[in-house]
């Protein structure tokens, strides 16, 4: 789900905004590209470790808009950077390594679902540090949100092969909460003081920040080249990461930063309704089970998304 949002002024977005039809086109176009992701991480995992999967993730994204970088680099304050920084790393660098760990253990199309509580964090995070208000209407979302992980996690959410308590794999999906806590973060840092910034600036920048480190890790310190080189079906995975990096870090990146341009914070975070009807769609097409208790956790989640995303 979405890692990093510019947004315009506090004073030109307003509850009561217009929502054009071009947002509505980028909502749909944001949730199928979001929605393929996590079938493309599992992919990519039957050759390669969490580590590689999420090193190679923004070291690719991280190339594909280093042209862009460059050409922004010089025209944004240094004082911005920081903030950058910031945003790249919780809401980009560490979440790509958390969804692959998770993904280890926890069925694709459940993934998805449990990213909806991105819109939860991205409210508890503007609550405690940007002042944001919590309704009882949202607070009582924000608990819905939460029951329904620990109903997901609780049946372990491999799609029917995880242990009978579910409590073997549980544990995984407390790696989604802490990558949507990252984005929550990032939401908030870029919403209040990356402002004004174009959204090709915004994404291609934080890239550029954290793209060395995760290129340097991926070649010195994993076993990817060598597995590139000798393990078979290792290209084929590798083409599925690249898509998963240009698609879901690069191009949506770019896309979300637009989105919220042209709506709002809320509207943009709708897209979390959609990403879990297509991530388990893809998760069902590829095999994978999902029962009647899986079902109750996702309702509730996103019950208490939807409480959170609407309530005034």
């Given amino acids: ?11 030109t977005v307003a509850p009561a905004q217009r929502i054009p039809a071009s947002a509505w086109v980028l909502l749909v176009v944001l949730a199928s590209i979001w929605g393929t992701s996590f079938i493309l991480m599992k992919k990519g995992l039957e050759v390669f470790s969490a580590l590689e999967l999420g090193a190679a993730r923004v070291s690719i994204a991280a190339l594909v808009m280093l042209p862009f970088g460059l050409r922004y680099v010089r025209r944004v304050e240094r004082s911005r950077f920081k903030y950058l920084l910031l945003s790249g790393v919780v809401g980009t660098f560490i979440p790509a390594f958390l969804f692959a760990y998770a993904e280890t253990k926890l ?15 991205t409210l508890l995070v503007g609550a405690i540090f940007f002042r944001q208000r919590i309704t009882p209407i949202r607070a009582l979302g924000i608990g819905l949100g939460f029951v329904g992980t620990v109903v997901l996690m609780g049946l372990g959410g491999s799609g029917g092969s995880a242990t009978p308590t579910g409590l073997g794999n549980a544990w995984y999906g407390l790696y989604i909460m802490l990558a949507t806590m990252g984005y929550g973060i990032s939401v908030n840092v870029i919403k209040h003081h990356l402002h004004g910034i174009p959204s090709l600036a915004v994404t291609s920048l934080l890239l550029l920040l954290i793209g060395g480190p995760a290129l340097i ?8 080249p060598t597995k590139l080189a000798a393990v078979p079906g290792a290209w084929e995975a590798l083409g599925y990461i690249a898509l998963l990096a240009f698609m879901s870090t690069a191009v949506a990146m770019v896309l979300f930063n637009k989105l919220i341009q042209e709506s709002t914070a809320l509207f943009a975070s709708s897209s979390t309704y959609l990403v879990p009807i297509v991530a388990l769609g893809w998760g069902v097409l590829d095999g994978e089970t999902i029962n009647l208790l899986h079902c109750l956790g996702m309702m509730i989640i996103l019950g208490g998304v939807f409480m959170v995303n609407r309530a005034k």
């Fill in 1 to 11: 789900m979405p890692p990093s949002i510019t947004a315009a002024p506090a004073a």
């Fill in 107 to 121: 069925a694709s199309g459940l993934a998805g679902v449990l990213n909806a509580l991105t819109v939860v964090f």
């Fill in 217 to 224: 890790f991926l070649f010195g310190f994993t076993d990817f």
